[in-house]
């Protein structure tokens, strides 16, 4: 997500004058940097602390807040609204849809409030991947193994090479409940009156949903300058 962050998720924060941000799944702490560098923000960050120990690293830091965790055991918990979210985590069907769900159900995100998710295209906006299958409920878990994506072939490498091949990856792109970009697309059916929905599809992809609440809400002119190359 970082290669989105100049152009196009800072431009969006200052000019819509954001300053509580959610960022769930942080990583290495790339993002939240970043974030700490436009002043006047205040962060929340959900990670499952696979990739470093957060809370140690901005221990010192007033303007975060740390809860480690996965994002479908601290949202419900959560009695705070933002006006940006930043998702990036476990990228399949199942956690995104159910993000989404609790943000909307809970009102964690304001009224023309943003929320950024990552991986809307190639590998993963039509196919699952699962730092922890039995986090997930199996009903909802694709047959998935260890092994690379190429784009443009529905199956898994199996000889080690491909995009992710240590990752745990749905043998199968596709079909329904799989992926990213299908989780953002069922939870607008129920939705969408309350949303716009934008993507860019370069860099693994960008989806943005803008909070409308029912109503017409003028697009950033960042975002409106950008419509040629967004999806509706």
């Avoid at 490498?157 to 970009?181: Q, Y």
Wanted: proline share 3%; with cysteine; hydrophobic share 35%.
């Amino acid at each position: 997500m970082q290669h989105f962050f100049e152009s196009i998720i800072k431009p969006q924060i200052l000019e819509r004058g954001y300053h509580r941000i959610c960022e769930i799944g942080a990583g290495l702490g790339g993002n939240t940097d970043k974030l700490l560098t436009i002043k006047g923000t205040e962060i929340r960050i959900i990670d499952a602390f696979l990739d470093s120990n957060l809370q140690e690293k901005y221990m010192r830091n007033k303007r975060i807040k740390v809860h480690k965790g996965l994002s479908l055991q601290i949202l419900p918990k959560l009695h705070e609204s933002f006006d940006c979210i930043l998702i990036d985590a476990d990228h399949n069907w199942y956690t995104v849809f159910n993000e989404l769900s609790c943000i909307e159900q809970q009102s964690i995100l304001r009224n023309k409030g943003t929320i950024f998710l990552h991986d809307t295209s190639w590998p993963y906006g039509r196919r699952d991947m699962y730092y922890d299958p039995t986090a997930i409920p199996p009903k909802y878990v694709h047959p998935y193994e260890r092994s690379g994506m190429v784009i443009g072939q529905i199956e898994l490498t199996h000889n080690g090479s491909g995009k992710n091949a240590n990752f745990m990856n749905a043998i199968c792109e596709g079909g329904p409940r799989n992926g990213v970009l299908t989780a953002i697309e069922d939870f607008l059916k129920i939705q969408g009156n309350e949303y716009v929905f934008l993507r860019i599809e370069e860099e693994h992809g960008l989806g943005i949903l803008v909070k409308t609440h029912g109503a017409n809400v003028t697009l950033s002119k960042r975002l409106s300058s950008l419509e040629l190359k967004l999806h509706y």
